[in-house]
């Protein structure tokens, strides 16, 4: 008989404790995370709106490919649709094996530009961080947004780096680039007439200069570097119009990088995984074979 009573017991919690620092964590409703534990850049003030956060939601083990999608609610720029465009859309992913990463990011108008695509990048910087425990393929992490959650899609496929290799934080040293991105009825534009004004006001502010219009018109920053992207848009949709999406998919055509479009004749704004009652309830469907297409659905170890 051991000279201590509980060792059994605590040697059971020590081999728990060592198997969840190496093993991913699974759950159901996961609770969400900060981004920046010590604050975020800019932050001002320590309420909730101030706190980015990201929630993994994790799909059975039994289906996991190694695919992970940060996923990016609408709302304007000034709210989040974090169920229907959240949490939902990361439960649907986990169904095709891919773990879904829900963002919760800065608005406006308490935050302009450049806090959201600092969000968007902190939050693929950290899953790529943090690939290996959470079983994924650091070169299968994509970024997934509907509405402005489109744009802030959009930006952060044209605006990107490779991290700071000097950074005192690790997360800072890898690449924030994500290697696809999906967008549903995207805001796209700046500029041009189809724009969505609230959108543009809550994220740039009542006046902002001719210059950082451009910069986050992103039909504008397309380049060769741009990741793969699929897109779909209504031809109904009155508060986005799908020249938001068109206009992206040219810029894409144009710079020779692998795009998919696809606009449905009705359907208002703000579908989310669709209605059944709309044809563009397929647009899952489709994506996941988009997505299958182009080898982002195969077990990690089949993948290379």
Known sequence: MSSYPGSKTRWFWVFTLLALATEPIFAADPAQELLWPNGAPGAVGADTADK???????PEQT???????????????????????????ARWLNSLGVTGV????????????????????????TVRSRADRLGIDPQRIGILGFS??????????????????????P?????????????????????????????????????PPQRLLDELSSEKQVTAQTPPV????????????????????????????PAELHVFEKGRHGLGLGKPDHAASAWPELCAAWMKERGLLSRRAENR
């Open 171 to 207: 997360i800072e040293r890898v690449s924030c680039r994500p290697d696809f991105a999906v967008m549903c009825y995207p805001v796209i534009s700046m500029t041009e007439p189809f724009t969505h004004k609230g959108s543009r006001r809550n994220l740039l502010g009542e006046d």
């Open 102 to 125: 829900v963002l919760r990011y800065r608005l406006g108008p308490r935050y302009r530009h450049p806090a959201p695509l600092q969000d968007a990048q902190r939050a693929i910087r």
């Open 52 to 58: 980015p956060t990201v929630a993994f939601f994790l």
């Open 148 to 169: 402005a959650g489109g744009h802030l899609t959009s930006t952060a496929a044209t605006h990107f780096d490779r991290g700071d290799p000097q950074s005192p934080d």
């Open 63 to 89: 289906k996991l490919n190694g695919a992970a999608v940060i996923v990016c609610p609408g709302g304007g720029y000034g709210g989040l649709a974090a169920d229907y465009e959240g949490d939902d859309v």
């Open 230 to 257: 699929f897109l779909w848009h209504t031809t109904g949709d009155k508060a986005v119009p799908a020249e938001n999406s068109i206009a992206f998919y040219l810029a894409c055509k144009k710079h020779k990088v």
